[in-house]
């Protein structure tokens, strides 16, 4: 019976340990509480396993003879009775197993929580930025953008109204001549993250139309969809769909058509 108790009491010990983990981890992450009570857990569960491993489980050797002629009755229901007394005897402490049970289960709430930690999926802030259909295009001051506030041959940085802080969403417009093909009228936005290293693409070259990464040199075509020119970007700037809007003001159409920055592994 004391063995018993003690294997018992180390039980209850992970489930105790398992508890405080739980507890400080939802209470804030307390690094000394979960790290304690993580340690008591296990310990916890190393003990009792130590001991019904050398207290509880029979250590008796037994060897099956098979005979030529079976045994006499008598020998048989002898033997049958001691099976019985031996399954008896490992399947007697109902409790421990109970507690067993408790204590694996709760061991495993333990470490299944901190999952939690691994935050949301990345799809909000990985595949998307705060652009959206209708989202006027404004400077870093707030105002919007309208036809005729940017000259030919120029560039400016631009923004999603309400999303001045997001430096995911921001985004370079470039007016070309109004005859240039598949452009809104002479403008066409591109994403200002390089696709190489996320540097800000901040230079542009009016002459041979271009947009410059100043950090690794990547170069990219603006009348050709953002393709890459030279340098060590590997895809193009993505390009934002945009409209001009009966009053006048630039707006977007969507968001972009993928991922901007840098590529990542789920990018084909």
């Known amino acids: 019976m004391r ?20 507890a400080a981890y939802a209470t804030g ?38 005979e030529t002629y079976p045994s006499a009755p008598h ?7 001691e099976i019985v007394r031996d399954v008896q005897t490992v399947t ?13 289960a709760s061991f495993a709430a333990a470490m299944v929580v901190p999952f939690r ?41 631009v923004f999603p109204e309400d999303a001045l802080d ?17 452009t809104a009228r002479g403008y066409i936005v591109y994403s200002r993250l390089c696709t ?10 009016a002459q041979s139309r271009e947009l410059i990464c100043p950090c690794h040199q990547s170069v990219f075509n603006v009348l050709a969809d953002g393709a890459v020119v030279s340098g060590p970007a590997d895809h193009p700037l993505p390009r934002l769909p945009i409209e001009i809007g009966d009053d006048g003001v630039l707006r977007a159409t969507g968001d972009f058509a993928e991922p901007v920055g840098p590529g990542f592994w789920e990018r084909r």
Request: net charge neutral.
């Open 3 to 22: 063995r018993e108790a003690a294997i018992a009491a180390a039980l209850f010990a992970a489930i105790l340990g398992s508890g405080v983990f739980i």
């Open 75 to 81: 020998e048989r229901t002898a033997q049958n009775s």
């Open 29 to 66: 992450g307390e690094r000394l509480f979960e790290g304690l009570g993580a340690a008591i857990a296990a310990a916890g569960l190393a003990a009792a396993g130590l001991g019904w491993a050398f207290w509880i489980v029979p250590h008796e050797l037994v060897v099956d003879q098979i």
């Open 117 to 157: 930690s691994l935050g949301t999926a990345p799809e909000s802030k990985l595949f998307h930025t705060r652009w959206r259909k209708g989202a006027r295009l404004v400077r870093d001051d707030g105002t919007p953008i309208s036809i005729g506030d940017v000259n030919v041959d120029a560039a400016l940085a």
């Open 166 to 182: 997001d430096a995911q969403s921001i985004a370079t417009l470039v007016r070309v001549p109004e005859t240039s093909a598949n």
């Open 196 to 205: 190489h290293a996320g540097c800000p693409v901040a230079l542009y070259r």
């Open 92 to 104: 007697r402490p109902k409790m421990l197993f109970a507690l067993l049970g408790a204590a694996i």
